[in-house]
Structures are given as C-alpha cells and as structure tokens.
C-alpha cells in the first residue's frame, strides 16, 4: 500500500478515536484517584494492627471504620463511573464511523472479489467498541500506578520491595509469552472460522439446489470439516491462552503469601510491624492486578489492535468521496466515447472501444452473446463501475462531477438479478426513501404493469416480500423491480435482460413501457438476449468478446447482423462437407 495513502488512512481513524479524547482524559483523571483509594485497604489494616490493637481503642476502630466505609463508597462509584465512561468513548467513536465504514463497505463491495469477503470493516469497527466497553482498558490505566505501589513496598522494606520488582517483571514476561504462544493459533482460529461461515452462508443461500440435487449430505460433510478444522484451531488457541491466565492468576495469589512469609520473617526479626506485614500483602496484589487483567483481556486487546490496524487500511483503499457541486436537472441525452471499463481494483478491461450516444426520446437496444460485456456495460453507465479510459456524459457533464445519490436519483437501473430487500413492496418501489411518494409508486407500478398484480396480493403494496423478496416470484420481482426503475420518472433507464423472468403479457407490458418512457422524451438502454426485448428501440449496438461490434438503427444493424450469420454458418458447412485432403504418402503409394 503506498505510504501516502496509509498515512490518511491513520489520520482519519486517529481524528475519529480522539474526538472521545476528553472522555479518556475523565476516565484517567477518574482511575488516578481510583487507584489512591485502592490504599484504603492497606493503610486500614496497617492502624488496625499498629494503632487499634495495640491500644485496644473501640473508638479508633469505630472512626477507622467509618472512614473507610465512605473511601470505599467513593471508590466504588468513581469506578463504575471510569467504566461508564470508557463505554460512552466507544460508543461514540462506533457512531462517529458507523456511517463511513457502511458507505465504504457498499462501494468496496461493487467489486466482485470484495462481495465474496464478509463485511469485516463494520466487525473490526464493533471489535474496538467492545474492548472500550469492558473493563479491559482499566489495565492500561492502572499500570503506571504499578511503579508507586512497589515504590511504597520499598518504603516499608527493601527486601519487601525487591521481592514486588521481581515478581513483576516476571509476570510481565508470562504476558510476553502470552502474546507470542498464542498469535498464530489465534489467526488460524479467526481464519478458519470465517471460511466456515462463508461457506454456510453460501450453502444458505443455494438451500433450494441442495434439496433438489440431493447434495445434503456431501455438503454437511464438507462443513463439518471445516467446522472441525476451525475447532481444532479455537481448542489450541484457548487451551494456551487459559493456561497462561491461570498461571498468572495462579502466581499472583502465591506472590501475595509469599510476601506475607516474608512479611512475617521481618516482623519476627522485628525489622518491619504486623501492620507492615498485612498492608504489604495487599499492595503486591494491587500491584500486580493490573498484568493480571492484561493477560486476561489480551485477547480482546490483540483483536481491537488488529481492527484498528485494518480500519486504517480500509480508510487508505476507500478514501471519503469528495463533495460535488450540485448540478441542475439533466437532459435525457447520454454520449459514449472510447470506453473501456474493468472491474473495481482490477486494470484488466473487459470491454472496450464502446462509441455511441443515445438521445432524448429513443431506446437503444444492446445485444451479442453471453459473456460479450453487455452487464458490464450496464454497470458502468450507472457509474456502478469505473471506467478505464474513455468518458461517460449524461448531458454534458461526466459522472465524476456528479454525487453518487444525485446521480442515481437520475436512472432507473433494472439490473440482471433483481434484488429487492426486507420490507413492503411500496418501500421498495420508492428505493427505501424515507419521504415516500405514494402517488408516485402506484403511477410506477402502472407504467412497470405492476398494478393488478400488487394489488391482488394480500396486502397490496403494503404486503411484506421478506429478505431479498423471497416470498415472490421470479416475474413478480422482475415487475417490482422495473417499477422501482420507473419511480421518479428518472430521464435515464437502463435495463438489463428486463424480460428474462417475463411472460408474454409481462414482455409486452415491458415493450409498452419503453415506448411510453419515449414518449416522455426520456433516453433507454435494453441489454438483452431476447429479440422481444429490443422491439421497441431505434437503434441497436452489437457486442462481442468485449468490443463494439456495430452500432446504428435497428432495421440495418438486424439485417447485417443476419447476413453476416448467414455467410458464417455457410462457410462452417462448406467446411464441414468438403473431402478431406489426400495425404503425400497416400498418393505415392497409388503411383506406385
């Protein structure tokens, strides 16, 4: 990745993180005094033992208890604050880049290879939320008191004090270890489990062919594997990290009676109280919790750190789109010069040398073979796809000039497989808007031919149509799909196979249709296989292996198109019939 681009991807996620920074700065303030307070139990015990019991004072107890009963009421409610705290920093850097990491994800996802990857932009985002949520940032704020409580170990003893250094440097080793045991099991874990649910997702979507072609059982196996693959992985990833968290947890509670012993051999030489004793016991626990939480929640950590890393990335390859000046109603007028057009991220073109225009008021069909470049050609005249070389302009102006809503609002796009989404039919007919013009869905659902059929439904347009509108039919998406092409009269419509999951009655309402968006001067496009589809449009462009084959009105590119056939299949049965050509050999053996 080249360094420029990553460095902005490193400042916008830096500007989002430390928009929260005044929270931190609380919860740092808050644990300061947190970790002041966390003496409480150590200096009360050491008056017990020095001042109460040698007294025999009820009284000095009873204000020694009072005290510390509101210390650590003041404690408990600072640190349930710096918790709340921590949550609301996370919440708000989620919310300050919800939206760009969902719009970056529906552009990346334009490109075929990144529609096949899971959305794991919007996970890396959640990954860090999480980790602010949970108490696991407290480790990073309460280490740096590590230091001052050993520093009041050494006050207490020297020996004492040497003790708590060893003792954590130790632990912080263990947390080195933990780091480095347990990476690679962890990404063979993530990794293994992310190919799994790829898989079942696919396997969810093709349910109908698996019951129909009997692949049940071939497909469980296959998912079983890698399911017990991605177990193996997550068994010897856990079985690590838990056995790195027991033992520290395990060290820490042996560290602090170790230190007793000590504690108590210093006191029995009469070097140190009991006092000093019981409150250096204490203050090692406190010492050491924080290395203890640390490894613990590392794993949460590595996560958040890994999003963090990969969120930066995402925001280098996917930079914010540029705001554009809004430009005014376009003509229906559309002009194609030189193009070539490739995937999103790839430099490959898969058309090109594509010339035409396309007036107001006429349909220009476009036809050839699969894999001629048709789709791909529908793709970049909606801007969903750039192009390599070569312009686009709809009225003058390229799409680059335009914001992405604005232009869509301009062109009815019916694309090859249909996609409706989870909601009722008029949702869908309007695009989702929220400012939902009834009117004008049921006049798109009239001009589509849609009507009747709607209607006749439970519900009418308020009938829910489920997840990508499985509760319908192929034809009956196909309708709603053209109606939602049609909604806001757009001047621009661009269909691509529109009669593939038509009947005759729905072939001849789609013709009825591009003839009626003629008449309202707008300018059409038809991708299509199916002569029916093209009956309506003036001229045709004729694709083939990617290239522009010949373009002009449909009468004289049809009759072309025919004789052309005619010769070619003419001349593969002249091959065919004629004798095959006798060899040397063959004729020198007659000679002989």
């Excluded at 005249?381 to 335009?402: K, M």
Aim: glycine share 10%; with cysteine.
């Amino acid at each position: 990745m080249i360094a420029p681009q990553l460095a902005k991807g490193r400042a916008e996620y830096r500007k989002a993180f430390w928009a929260a920074r005044n929270l931190f700065i609380v919860a740092g303030i808050f644990s300061c005094f947190v970790n002041l307070l966390m003496l409480t139990g150590p200096l009360f015990m050491l008056q017990v033992y020095d001042r109460v019991l040698a007294s025999g004072s009820q009284e000095t107890l009873l204000v020694l208890f009072t005290l510390v009963a509101g210390l650590f009421t003041v404690m408990g409610m600072l640190d349930y604050l710096r918790g709340r705290i921590l949550a609301n920093a996370g919440a708000r850097f989620q919310a300050l880049l919800d939206g760009r990491v969902f719009e970056g994800v529906m552009r990346r996802s334009l490109a075929p290879a990144e529609r096949a990857k899971p959305a794991a932009a919007m996970r890396d985002l959640e990954s860090i939320q999480q980790f602010l949520a949970s108490g696991a940032p407290n480790a990073f704020f309460d280490a740096p008191w590590v230091p001052i409580y050993l520093g009041i170990i050494f006050l207490f003893h020297p020996l004492l004090g040497l003790m708590g250094v060893a003792a954590s440097i130790f632990l912080f080793f263990i947390a080195f270890l933990n780091q480095l045991m347990t990476a690679e099991p962890e990404i063979q874990s993530r990794s293994a489990s992310a190919e799994s649910e790829k898989f079942s997702e696919s396997v969810r979507r093709e349910a109908e062919i698996i019951r129909g072609l009997g692949m049940g059982e071939a497909v469980r196996g296959k998912w079983g594997g890698m399911r017990g693959k991605a177990l193996e992985a997550q068994m010897r990833h856990s079985s690590r990290a838990g056995f790195f968290q027991t033992f520290s947890k395990t060290f820490r509670m042996f560290l602090q009676s170790a230190i007793l012993a000590l504690g108590a051999w210093l006191a029995v030489k009469q070097e140190i109280s009991p006092g000093v004793m019981i409150a250096s016991s204490i203050i090692m626990g406190r010492a050491l919790a924080p290395v203890d939480q640390a490894i613990a929640n590392w794993r949460g950590f590595i996560r958040a750190r890994r999003g963090a890393r990969s969120l930066q990335e995402f925001f280098a390859v996917t930079p914010v789109e540029e705001q554009k000046t809004t430009l005014p109603e376009p003509r229906p007028k559309l002009e194609i010069a030189g193009l070539a057009v490739a995937a999103p991220g790839d430099r490959n073109p898969i058309i090109r040398g594509v010339t035409f225009n396309v007036e107001p008021g006429e349909a220009v069909g476009v036809i050839g073979p699969s894999a001629a470049g048709k789709s791909t050609l529908a793709r970049a005249l909606v801007g969903a796809w750039p192009s390599l070389i070569g312009e686009i302009r709809f009225d003058g102006a390229t799409f680059d000039q335009w914001n992405e809503t604005e232009l869509g609002r301009r062109i009815g796009y019916l694309p090859q497989e249909v996609g409706l989404f989870a909601g009722t039919i008029a949702q869908n007919i309007a695009r989702l808007s929220p400012d939902t013009n009834e009117a004008e869905v049921v006049e798109a659902a009239k001009r589509a031919g849609a009507h009747r059929m709607i209607v006749g439904l439970p519900n009418g347009y308020d009938t829910e149509i489920g997840e990508s509108g499985g509760q319908l039919s192929g034809g009956q998406r196909q309708r709603i799909g053209l109606a939602r092409a049609l909604y806001g009269d757009p001047p621009l419509l661009l269909f691509d196979e529109p009669n593939a999951n038509l009947d005759a009655e729905g072939e001849a309402t789609l013709v009825q249709s591009i003839r009626d968006a003629k008449k309202r001067g707008r300018a059409v496009i038809v991708m299509a296989h199916r002569p029916s589809a093209i009956a309506a449009c003036d001229k045709l462009l004729v694709m083939r292996d990617g290239m522009q084959q010949a373009f002009g009105p449909r009468d004289e590119v049809l009759q072309a198109t025919t004789v052309t056939k005619a010769k070619q299949q003419q001349a593969a049965r002249a091959q065919q019939t004629a004798p095959a050509p006798r060899t040397a050999a063959a004729g020198g053996g007659r000679q002989r």
